[in-house]
């Protein structure tokens, strides 16, 4: 499982949530646990599986192209869809590490993620001079009708 899997960004996890990976996913579970904890596991989780196909990918092709092997084994075909599925996994690792640097880098201060916010209700006041104030209607005052 990718969980079990390092990843490229596991000390930067680490620097900001300030635990070792495996205590942040225990973390993770909790009710009370932080929404940007959870994302940045998910996408951690992300990470850590497209890093394991892009060295799979690698590992094949180095292996195809060894010195020792007998060059009847190389096929082009196989090279080139080595060569896609390595660009595709290459643009996924990109995205979930600029993702989760991005979201590593936006959040808040550790000391302020625990305060709770405060908003101020506004209130808007005014007074209305009394030539301005509508007058009041009377009960059972009769409605002039006006043409």
Known sequence: ??????????????????SPVP??????????ALPALVRALELRTFLALTEEQVARV???VHADMDPDRDMGE?????????????????DARDGY???LGELLRTMPAPDQRARPVSTT?????????????????????????RP
């Open 74 to 90: 190389l096929y082009a075909n196989q090279l080139r869809f080595d060569a896609q599925w390595l660009d595709a996994a290459l």
């Open 1 to 18: 499982m990718s969980r079990d899997k390092a990843s490229t960004m596991d000390g930067d996890l680490q620097k900001v949530f300030g």
């Open 58 to 60: 690698r590992d094949r």
């Open 23 to 32: 205590e942040l996913y225990e973390a993770a579970v909790g009710d009370d």
């Open 121 to 145: 209700q506004l209130r808007a006041t005014a007074t209305l001079s009394p030539s301005a104030a509508p007058a009041p209607q009377r009960a059972g005052a009769a409605q002039v009708r």
């Open 97 to 99: 590490r600029a993702a």
